[in-house]
């Protein structure tokens, strides 16, 4: 027969912070504290890994992410064209605010 074994995280927040999360329990219809913090817990581990696996869902994705930040491609004609084009319209809106004013 398995043997459960229940382990333990202790934290320490105020007062104030406690009878918070005591209240939303108590909302949720919780039968303790503890099991609303160990629902939460749950909830928010799992949404994190789930927005993170969503987002680079491989180690692979993750590496060729990392690569394109670290090892940026050169701009091509394209982008450098756009950037041109950028800079005209960021110096005619400010020329038309100035005259605003």
């Not at 629902?39 to 690569?67: A, H």
């Not at 394109?68 to 400010?94: D, G, M, R, V, W």
């Amino acid at each position: 027969m398995a043997t459960i074994i229940n382990d333990r995280i202790d934290v320490r927040i105020s007062k104030e912070h406690k009878e918070l999360v005591k209240y939303a329990s108590e909302l949720k219809g919780f039968k303790s504290l503890s099991e609303f913090v160990v629902f939460c817990i749950n909830k928010e581990s799992s949404d994190i890994i789930r927005d993170n696996n969503i987002i680079l869902k491989t180690i692979e994705d993750k590496k060729i992410f990392l690569d394109a930040i670290l090892n940026p491609a050169k701009p091509n004609a394209k982008l450098k064209k756009a950037q041109i084009n950028y800079n005209k319209f960021n110096l005619s809106n400010e020329s038309k605010s100035t005259a605003i004013k």
